[in-house]
């Protein structure tokens, strides 16, 4: 199995705050710049945040100042945390190399933002 593993998700309330973590599978993410990816019904995926591998990180102008992709090199995980959640940020979550390698996707995490 190549596939990170993204786990975290589950229904959260307007304004919440959880953290996604994406365990690698193996050493080979950490030579990667990695990145977090939604994909909200009906919509197309699309790129959220990266991180390169020295830690230089970028993200959507609908996320930037409420979410912080990190990494952890040491422990495979590349970390997405999520503040301020609003329902439009309702998707399936995936972690995948940054640009996306096409057998690296996996299952995502769905993140439901609702009261």
């Known amino acids: 199995q190549v596939q990170p593993g993204e786990f975290g998700g589950g229904l959260v309330p307007p304004g919440g705050s959880p953290r996604l973590p994406c365990a690698a599978p193996g050493r080979i993410f950490t030579w990667l710049a990695m990145g977090w990816y939604r994909q909200a019904p009906g919509k197309q995926r699309e790129l959220v945040a990266a991180?390169?591998?020295?830690?230089?990180?970028n993200y959507s102008d609908s996320v930037k100042a409420r979410f912080t992709i990190s990494r952890d090199n040491a422990q495979n995980t590349v970390y997405l945390q999520m503040n301020s959640l609003k329902p439009e940020d309702t998707a399936v979550y995936y972690c995948n190399s940054r640009p996306s390698t096409t057998a690296y996707w996996g299952q995502g995490t769905q993140v439901t933002v609702s009261s």
């Open positions: 991180i390169t591998t020295d830690g230089i990180t």
